[in-house]
């Protein structure tokens, strides 16, 4: 899988670097977990506790004991999927976590409903540390990857009842 091409650096009104594109900023094309403030992430690729702040309030997302399901878009021109790969890392707790890279851009790949029989996405269950380890070991399916999240989803969500 190819890398793409660097967009040529600018400054924002600001003055922070950003890059040349729609959403580009130098904090995600460096991989950077970005928040209220930027979380530099260390050679290992874990952030340190509480750097992150949301509403005010420091975040240690390694304290987060919840399932994760991560999904991510191929050609995603906002969050390069391997910045979103690199997430997983961060979140320490006991539930079960799922990565999955759908095709196509940051809107495109992500509201692709199965009744369309569009696009295809990637799934692995392992986890290696570098996301083209994973990409190089994952099975592309064809379709929206909607259907893989709701079978994700089933066992977590509890007895369907009608609506009311």
Not at 9 to 27: C, M, P, S, V
Not at 33 to 38: A, I, K, R
Request: hydrophobic share 35%; aromatic share 8%.
């Amino acid at each position: 899988m190819a890398a793409a091409p660097a967009a040529p650096a600018t400054l924002d009104r600001h003055g922070r670097g950003g890059a040349g594109r729609h959403g580009q900023t130098g904090g995600n094309a460096e991989q950077r977990l970005q928040g209220h403030t930027d979380i530099e992430l260390n050679p290992t690729g874990r952030a340190r506790p509480r750097r992150l702040t949301v509403c005010g309030e420091k975040v240690d997302l390694g304290r987060i004991d919840a399932p994760f399901f991560v999904y991510a878009s191929r050609e995603d021109h906002i969050v390069p999927w391997t910045a979103a790969y690199a997430s997983l890392p961060l979140l320490k707790g006991k539930g079960k976590k799922q990565f999955v890279l759908g095709a196509s851009g940051h809107i495109a790949g992500v509201i692709n409903p199965p009744a369309k029989g569009k696009r295809n996405f990637w799934v692995n269950s392992a986890q290696p540390a570098k996301a083209e380890e994973w990409f190089a070991g994952a099975e592309e399916k064809p379709g929206s990857w909607w259907t893989t999240w709701t079978d994700w989803l089933k066992p977590l969500g509890g007895k369907l009842v009608n609506a009311p």
